[in-house]
């Protein structure tokens, strides 16, 4: 069942929304060469504390941190370290999430460290691309298959792949709720969206194949073949106009 939310809920999830995008508005001017992933985690713990809220990850099925931080091959669920730093060229994934009055937001997103190679700068805009794309699609009458599908064609038309393994997902007093958001499918299909509903889109994208392992640390999903990935999410609601972003930070439109 796909829990409907009304416009008060709505608007609370936009402030926990927007408490995400304040994060990543101010986490993406630490990233450079050298920067550690657990000072990173030590921002965002601060951040917590300083806006009063919840992490929405950490203690989640036992995961150990506010952030994934995933790089190049990780695909997502990275876990922050002290013994890793990013270096020059490096796409680093941050996937970050509160609680806020008992709401959920939930976003990510892969910044370049440095200036990256070419395919990499390619797969992070085919990315970027995929979930602008699926978002559009976000809008009353249409079907969940047509967010799938726009994120499939975007990527694989710009010749990457997406994961099958690991989808996007509806979210309000929890984290995941239903429905399961693929990035894959076909248009026309699945329940139809309405007014109120709340999901999480997030386009994972393979420069390789799609297939994925998970590493003997039990979280960090990487490509099998090694190629490197990209990973964007906004929480989005379903309006009668058509979508809202929840996960921008205040002052942004919408
Ligand atoms: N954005 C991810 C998700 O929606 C974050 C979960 S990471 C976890 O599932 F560590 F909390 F599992
Ligand atoms: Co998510």
Same mark, same amino acid.
């Given at each position: 069942?796909?829990?409907?939310?009304?416009?008060?809920?709505?608007?609370?999830?936009?402030?926990a929304?927007?408490?995400?995008?304040?994060?990543?508005? $101010?986490?993406?001017?630490?990233?450079?060469?050298?920067?550690?992933?657990?000072?990173?985690?030590?921002?965002?713990?601060?951040?917590?504390?300083?806006?009063?809220?919840?992490?929405?990850?950490?203690?989640?099925?036992?995961?150990?941190?506010?952030?994934?931080?995933?790089?190049?091959?990780?695909?997502?669920?990275?876990?922050?370290?002290?013994?890793?730093?990013v270096?020059?060229?490096?796409?680093?994934?941050?996937?970050?999430?509160?609680?806020?009055?008992?709401?959920?937001?939930?976003?990510?997103? *892969?910044?370049?460290?440095?200036?990256?190679?070419?395919?990499?700068?390619?797969?992070?805009?085919?990315?970027?691309?995929?979930?602008?794309?699926?978002?559009?699609?976000?809008?009353?009458?249409?079907r969940?298959?047509?967010?799938?599908?726009?994120?499939?064609?975007?990527? $694989?038309?710009?010749?990457?792949?997406?994961?099958?393994?690991?989808?996007?997902?509806?979210?309000?007093?929890?984290?995941?709720? $239903?429905?399961?958001?693929?990035?894959?499918?076909?248009?026309? *299909?699945?329940?139809?969206? *309405?007014?109120?509903?709340?999901?999480?889109?997030?386009?994972?994208?393979?420069?390789?194949?799609?297939g994925?392992?998970?590493?003997?640390?039990?979280?960090?999903?990487?490509?099998?073949?090694?190629?490197?990935?990209?990973?964007?999410?906004?929480?989005?609601?379903? *309006?009668? $106009?058509?979508?809202?972003?929840?996960?921008?930070?205040?002052?942004?439109?919408g």
């Open positions: 069942m796909i829990i409907v939310k009304s416009p008060q809920e709505v608007e609370a999830m936009r402030h929304g927007a408490i995400v995008g304040q994060f990543f508005e $101010e986490v993406r001017d630490l990233i450079r060469p050298g920067v550690t992933t657990w000072s990173l985690e030590e921002f965002a713990d601060r951040f917590i504390a300083r806006h009063g809220v919840r992490s929405a990850f950490k203690g989640y099925m036992g995961y150990p941190a506010h952030l994934c931080t995933s790089i190049n091959e990780e695909v997502v669920h990275g876990i922050p370290s002290r013994e890793r730093a270096r020059e060229g490096d796409l680093l994934s941050i996937d970050f999430g509160v609680v806020r009055d008992g709401f959920y937001g939930d976003s990510a997103f *892969t910044f370049p460290v440095g200036k990256t190679d070419e395919l990499s700068a390619r797969l992070l805009s085919a990315t970027r691309r995929s979930l602008a794309a699926a978002i559009q699609e976000a809008r009353p009458g249409n969940l298959g047509d967010i799938s599908a726009a994120v499939q064609a975007t990527a $694989e038309s710009a010749g990457f792949s997406v994961v099958r393994d690991f989808v996007g997902h509806g979210i309000g007093r929890s984290m995941h709720e $239903e429905p399961q958001v693929p990035n894959f499918g076909k248009r026309g *299909t699945g329940p139809k969206l *309405t007014p109120g509903m709340i999901l999480a889109i997030e386009p994972m994208v393979n420069a390789g194949g799609f994925v392992e998970v590493l003997a640390d039990g979280w960090t999903v990487v490509t099998r073949d090694r190629s490197r990935s990209a990973h964007f999410e906004h929480t989005v609601a379903i *309006t009668a $106009e058509g979508f809202r972003i929840l996960s921008l930070p205040l002052g942004n439109i």
